[in-house]
């Protein structure tokens, strides 16, 4: 019978990080209308000044500030139009003491010009005479150049999710490309006896197969690429074929079940007949989450990972596991977590961290964090939950009061 050897989480990281290696992220080339929801596989600098000429923010009259000074709706000041700015056209004509051009909103500012006075404070005479009924101080109205960026300023960091201010980034360089990582591609099968697919008839003993959808669901959501996810019987050799499958089509294989030293538990056994160098963890110094398998196909490049039957140790544990490598190898931003007071003890685990999920609630000077507690084949401690705290391993726990760093689901 193959014995259990247990990694922490950190050593089991340290693993991944030296087996997988560098190879095993890809970069694409997608276009802008295709980015979104992408991560940034490369730094995005301003090649020029953001504008790269002064701008009107307003619909108006540019005009010099000093000209403008002591006008009142009882005392306007009277400037003459010299010039009126088209939107996307240059202004030409320098203004003067005693000059304003008509400029709209997006608008050049021409030269000699320093301000802008909304066209609701003004009224046009002829169509060469602006009454100017307030004074405004210089720079009002307008964005300077490089006002937004400099050229050469740092835009956007390798690691960065394009959403739609990220994407707008991009659109105002003109880039009508971005250079993303391209998805891993993965297989989630989940293996039992007892396993029945939704919608389907159960038997009296025989549970619905939760890990296969939940998991495909997770990977989708991280922006990966599930290429199949199917529930297969406790039987070596379907077992086996289906890991043989999944190798031609991969980056990553997760099989959930068959992870621990039951007799039906033959993960470890199947991965480690199919794969070179194959199961190089097996246990993980967590709760939930022991039952634990991690090892590689060389040949292929496919990482393989067993997870614990149970649902919420094995989502868990693929967001400790694949998740952190994801962020990690695309040097995504580790987030802090949420802080928030403890309303009760959580316990520790000899030996073991625990992975505790927990409720937030809002009050008056931030969250509070309430333990979920319940067992790991149970939904709902983690369909009531927001987030998680992490119990280190050699933590006694975290006690009522205590301040914690909530991890968000």
Known sequence: MRFLQVDTISGAREKLLREVGDNFLKVETVKL?????????????????????????????????SDTQGAGESGPVFLSVV????????????????????VPTGGMIPDGADAMVMVEYTELFDKRDAAVYASV????????????????????????ILHSAQTGVLASLGKKTAKVYAPWHITIISTGDELAEPGEEKGRCQVYDINTHALCA???????????AFSVKDEGEKIEQALRDALLCSDIVVISGGSSQ?????????????????????????????????GMDKPSGTLLIGLPGHPVAAIM???????????????????????????????????????????????KDGYRAIPVFGKSGLMHTLTQADGYVMVEADQEGLRTGETVYVQLL
């Open 137 to 160: 101080s210089a720079g009002s109205g307008v964005v300077q150049i490089g006002e937004d960026a400099k050229k050469g300023e740092l835009l956007l960091s390798r690691g960065t």
């Open 317 to 363: 544990v693929f967001r400790l596991l694949l998740v952190w490598l994801q962020k990690n190898f695309r040097g995504e931003k580790e987030e802090p977590g949420v802080p928030a007071v403890l309303s009760s003890n959580i316990p520790g685990a000899a030996g073991r961290a625990v992975c505790q999920t927990v409720k937030l609630e809002k009050e």
């Open 218 to 228: 997770l990977a989708k959501e991280q922006g990966m690429e599930v290429e199949k």
């Open 33 to 65: 209308s295709q980015a979104y929801g992408k991560c940034l596989a490369e730094d995005i600098y301003a090649e020029e000044n953001i504008p790269d000429f002064r701008r009107a923010t307003v619909d108006g009259y540019a005009v010099k500030a």
């Open 83 to 102: 010039d009126e700015i088209s939107i996307g056209s240059p202004a030409l004509r320098e203004i003067k003491s005693g000059e304003c051009a008509y």
């Open 262 to 294: 039951g007799k039906k538990d033959m993960t470890a056994d199947m991965i480690d007949k199919i794969a070179e160098p194959g199961v190089w963890t097996h246990g993980l110094a967590l709760k939930p989450g022991k039952p634990t398998i991690v």
